[in-house]
């Protein structure tokens, strides 16, 4: 005889979620927080150690000096270079401005003093000259040529200028000078040494009277009248390099000046 199954037993199910929300939470909450704790390491970890773009800001951030600023600025270098040309560096600051056409105000925000604003012609001038060597080297179609158009240019960005303003007070020894001053001997020694290994340029000249006939025919003497000379700066010029052509018809008296000559200030 078989027994009967109890009603209580046949009548629970097997499995039932719990009716009661309070509960289930209460029930779930151990669960929850030791998953929060076995996540909080990594995620401590990813906010110490952000993603490497994060840390360099683009480009496109970096403040950049307003356009007429700048042509302000080059507009000044410019004219104290032709101020300085024909007075000397003791040029009136407010000749200065009028040639760069703007007022007093505008000059001494950029350059507060006199030493400041020479300081800045001469490297305005020596990067000008710079750059005008490595362009003509790089693109015209011979060293000769080459040496042409760098005189010429170099001439007309008044190079001549620096030499009265390298006078006592001037701080030729500031890194920013030194640094202008060998990438100016740089360009102009490659310039006139791929000449001579060419066979288009005479050997027996160096860089030192290259750039004393340069200075001397670009410029006319401080403080004087005689500014029509201008107009005959570049046909004298020609004439000289002229003379730089190999073979040579003539033998030069005494020997090559060099750069070194040019910086014991005796010429």
Do not use: Y
């Given at each position: 005889m078989k027994r009967p199954t109890s009603t209580a037993t046949a009548a629970r199910p097997a499995a039932e979620p719990d009716a009661d929300p309070a509960r289930a939470t209460a029930q779930a909450q151990p669960q929850v927080q030791a998953q929060l704790q076995a996540q909080?390491?990594?995620?401590?970890?990813?906010?110490?150690?952000?993603?490497?773009?994060?840390?360099?800001?683009?480009?496109?951030?970096?403040?950049?000096?307003?356009?007429?600023?700048?042509?302000?600025?080059?507009r000044i270098l410019t004219a104290a270079r032709e101020a300085f040309v024909e007075f000397g560096s003791a040029a009136p600051f407010d000749e200065v401005a009028r040639r760069a056409g703007i007022g007093n105000a505008t000059l001494y925000r950029h350059f507060p003093d006199r030493s400041t604003l020479v300081h800045?012609?001469?490297l305005f001038t020596m990067a000008r000259v710079?750059?005008?060597?490595?362009?003509?080297?790089?693109?015209?179609?011979?060293?000769?040529?080459?040496?042409?158009?760098?005189?010429?240019?170099?001439?007309?960005e008044r190079i001549g200028a620096l030499c009265p303003m390298l006078s006592d007070g001037f701080d030729g020894e500031h890194p920013e000078l030194l640094a202008a001053?060998?990438?100016?001997?740089?360009?102009?020694?490659?310039?006139?040494?791929?000449?001579?290994?060419?066979?288009?340029?005479?050997?027996?000249?160096?860089?030192?009277?290259?750039?004393?006939?340069?200075?001397q025919l670009?410029?006319?003497?401080?403080?004087?009248?005689?500014?029509?000379?201008?107009?005959?700066?570049?046909?004298?010029?020609?004439?000289?390099?002229?003379?730089?052509?190999?073979?040579?018809?003539?033998?030069?008296?005494?020997?090559?000046?060099?750069?070194?000559?040019?910086?014991?200030?005796?010429?």
């Open positions: 909080a390491p990594t995620q401590a970890s990813a906010q110490a150690s952000p993603a490497p773009t994060q840390a360099r800001l683009p480009a496109a951030d970096v403040p950049r000096p307003r356009a007429d600023a700048v042509r302000n600025r080059e800045h012609v001469v710079t750059a005008s060597a490595e362009a003509s080297l790089a693109e015209e179609p011979d060293a000769f040529a080459a040496l042409c158009r760098f005189t010429h240019e170099a001439a007309d001053g060998t990438a100016l001997e740089a360009a102009v020694v490659t310039l006139l040494a791929t000449g001579q290994d060419a066979g288009l340029v005479r050997a027996d000249i160096g860089v030192g009277d290259l750039m004393v006939a340069l200075s670009s410029r006319p003497l401080p403080g004087t009248a005689c500014l029509d000379t201008d107009r005959f700066a570049h046909r004298h010029l020609q004439l000289f390099l002229d003379g730089l052509r190999a073979p040579a018809r003539s033998e030069l008296p005494g020997s090559a000046a060099t750069l070194d000559d040019l910086r014991q200030k005796t010429m």
